[in-house]
């Protein structure tokens, strides 16, 4: 992807940077769709689980698998061992690691006798409490120079937020 970058961004307050990433984007994409380009391309979470039905593959994080549940287009017997895993890895929340999340996905794909669980974020070397986060600094750069008077409040505020990450 030309004119971006990818990072690994640290945070101490899972919350607040959740909050601060959320209000970013909303004001990142209230402006692509005025002046048509994102600055924020792609971010996962280290805990981050990814779940390939009939459809396509379904992103949640790790705690939120009763909500995603309900989506889900796949065999009873295989949620009902999805539904078993994600029960006792979500169990040991407060302990878990990405090595724990990663050797856990590779059991389930094991017991699933088929790959339909992803974990993408011990690849990438994230560790509890990062993100990797994908920049459109080309988009950036075009915002900085073309965003009107109106909308330069709604880009500092998104860049504000932003940096304090980056």
Same mark, same amino acid.
């Given at each position: 992807?030309?004119?971006?970058?990818?990072?690994?961004?640290?945070? =101490?307050?899972?919350?607040?940077?959740?909050?601060?990433?959320?209000?970013?984007?909303?004001?990142?994409?209230? !402006?692509?769709?005025?002046?048509?380009? =994102?600055?924020?391309?792609?971010?996962?979470?280290?805990?981050?689980?990814?779940?390939?039905?009939?459809?396509? *593959?379904?992103?949640?994080? *790790?705690?939120?698998?009763?909500?995603?549940?309900?989506?889900?287009?796949?065999?009873?017997?295989? !949620?009902? *061992?999805?539904?078993?895993?994600?029960?006792?890895?979500?169990?040991?929340?407060?302990?878990?690691?990405?090595?724990?999340?990663?050797?856990?996905?590779?059991?389930?794909?094991?017991?699933?006798?088929?790959?339909?669980?992803?974990?993408?974020?011990?690849?990438?070397?994230?560790?509890? =409490?990062?993100?990797?986060?994908?920049? =459109?600094?080309?988009? !950036?750069?075009?915002?900085?120079?073309?965003?009107?008077?109106?909308?330069?409040? *709604?880009?500092?505020?998104?860049?504000?937020?932003?940096?304090?990450?980056?």
């Amino acid at each position: 992807m030309s004119g971006t970058v990818s990072k690994i961004v640290r945070f =101490n307050n899972e919350e607040e940077f959740l909050e601060d990433i959320e209000e970013a984007m909303e004001r990142f994409t209230y !402006l692509a769709s005025r002046y048509g380009v =994102n600055v924020i391309e792609g971010i996962l979470l280290w805990d981050y689980i990814g779940i390939r039905d009939e459809e396509s *593959i379904k992103i949640f994080r *790790i705690g939120e698998f009763p909500y995603v549940e309900g989506t889900l287009r796949i065999d009873l017997d295989t !949620l009902k *061992i999805l539904e078993r895993y994600f029960d006792e890895i979500e169990s040991r929340w407060d302990d878990l690691t990405t090595s724990e999340i990663n050797y856990f996905v590779e059991m389930l794909n094991d017991a699933l006798g088929k790959e339909l669980v992803y974990y993408e974020a011990y690849g990438l070397g994230l560790e509890r =409490n990062e993100a990797y986060i994908v920049l =459109n600094i080309k988009g !950036l750069y075009y915002l900085e120079n073309v965003v009107d008077m109106e909308d330069r409040s *709604i880009l500092d505020e998104a860049v504000s937020l932003l940096m304090k990450y980056v």
